[in-house]
């Protein structure tokens, strides 16, 4: 489907033609009719997917046609829509999305998260913002500092909700909610949609058109999944090796403490390998510095706690690496969704040793198969990692049932 079918205004569609997008996705085809209609939606869907346009799209195009037309004025420290996010990260690539897809329209928006001096931020919400694209925390603060207010808020999208909630922000979320306009729009975006998530639905939204990309299989990233298993101490071994043998030219690895990212790096200079890592301890401008040049080919290989690297949007990212198993299946989920983004394919590779088997029988039997496993003669296994069963049920899903 072209993106003319889908009720958009010239401009607007002129901003997704410089792009070179020719068609809509799954979920953009699904949800930007019904977010123009007005319901509030409920939506499962990956990054990757093109879920960032299916909702900055038609919020875009309302605020157009309902107040940019008609030249009605914002007020001070009055906002029209909320998009809140769980990092700063993402809050600054779904800002530069809808700079991108809103160019042509006079559509004001800017990203807005903690861990940098406020002052800017609250000089910039003096005139008032068409979108704001906030983390909980620093949007409370200015909430509370009444800087920011929601009176004239329309709509509010809660992306990647799951997200969110596993960094506890339900409190914030809860209080930001309280102070919102009960007559607005509401979209909700989850990679995974947990009873959690449900719960926040039902506070927050109101008769949810439900919509789920699951089943349509063409529509979701092509993204080849396998893994190794190797003996703890052998893992930076392992990953050199790799990278030299089979030509790698980009990775992004997730590796589990920020002591372990430092550790890598040094390990893999050792054997000539260049990389860099992004982890809580290094600065907001270095982090951002190093994800640019990863994002234009200057660093190849970056190493990244789980934190450090949500919201990265690479599109060409060719390949992840789980070189710590994550311990929670939506992290697995989350991770590999980095590659293989809206139709490219893209490689996820895991690392598993003994001690992970019960991860890996969460991810598998949340994928329901089993992830092809590779040998290399190189790297014989000590401890054996047996095959997964694929009915297991965590204790904690155990627990809920
Ligand atoms: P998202 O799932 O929002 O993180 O988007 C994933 C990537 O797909 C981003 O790099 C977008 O620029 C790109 N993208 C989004 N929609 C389309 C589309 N209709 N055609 C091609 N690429 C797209």
């Not at 001070?76 to 829509?81: G, H, N, Q, V």
């Amino acid at each position: 489907m072209s993106f003319s079918t889908l009720k958009l205004s010239t401009p607007i569609l002129n901003a997704i033609a410089d792009l070179g997008y020719t068609k809509a996705t799954d979920i953009q085809k699904k949800a930007i009719p019904v977010v123009l209609s007005g319901k509030d939606i409920i939506a499962a869907a990956q990054t990757g997917t093109g879920k960032t346009a299916s909702f900055v799209l038609p919020i875009l195009e309302k605020l157009f046609t309902n107040y940019k037309k008609t030249e009605k004025k914002l007020r001070a420290k009055r906002i029209r829509a909320l998009i809140l996010v769980p990092t700063r990260e993402l809050a600054v690539q779904v800002e530069a999305s809808i700079s991108q897809y809103g160019k042509y329209v006079d559509i004001s928006s800017m990203a807005m998260y903690g861990g940098v001096d406020a002052q800017e931020q609250k000089q910039r919400l003096i005139w008032g913002v068409d979108i704001l694209v906030a983390t909980p925390g620093r949007l409370l603060d200015m909430a509370h500092q009444r800087v920011l207010h929601f009176d004239e808020l329309d709509m509010l999208v809660l992306d990647e909700a799951d997200r969110m909630l596993d960094m506890g922000f339900i409190d914030d979320i809860n209080k930001i909610i309280e102070r919102l306009p009960e007559h607005r729009q509401n979209l909700l975006f989850s990679a995974t949609i947990s009873d959690e998530v449900r719960a926040l639905a039902k506070r927050t939204i109101h008769k949810p058109v439900e919509i789920s990309i699951g089943a349509d299989k063409s529509a979701q990233p092509k993204i080849e999944q396998w893994l190794v298993t190797v003996d703890k101490s052998n893992k930076s071994a392992l990953l050199s090796h790799l990278i030299t043998t089979q030509h790698w030219q980009q990775a992004l690895i997730f590796i589990e403490t920020k002591h372990g990212a430092a550790k890598l790096v040094s390990q893999l200079e050792k054997r000539g390998i260049c990389a860099e890592s992004i982890h809580s301890g290094r600065a907001q401008d270095i982090r951002e510095k190093i994800l640019n040049d990863f994002k234009v080919g200057k660093i190849k290989f970056l190493i990244a706690t789980a934190i450090a690297a949500r919201g990265i949007d690479i599109g060409e990212l060719s390949r992840v690496i789980n070189y710590d198993l994550p311990a929670q299946v939506d992290d697995y989920i989350h991770r590999i969704g980095r590659t293989g983004r809206a139709g490219a394919s893209g490689e996820a590779v895991s690392f598993v040793s003994k001690d992970n088997f019960r991860e890996l029988c969460a991810i598998e039997s949340r994928l329901g198969h089993i992830i092809p496993r590779k040998e290399f003669a190189e790297f014989p296994v000590k401890k054996i990692v047996p095959l997964s069963k694929l009915n297991y049920v965590t204790k904690y899903a155990q627990s809920k049932q």
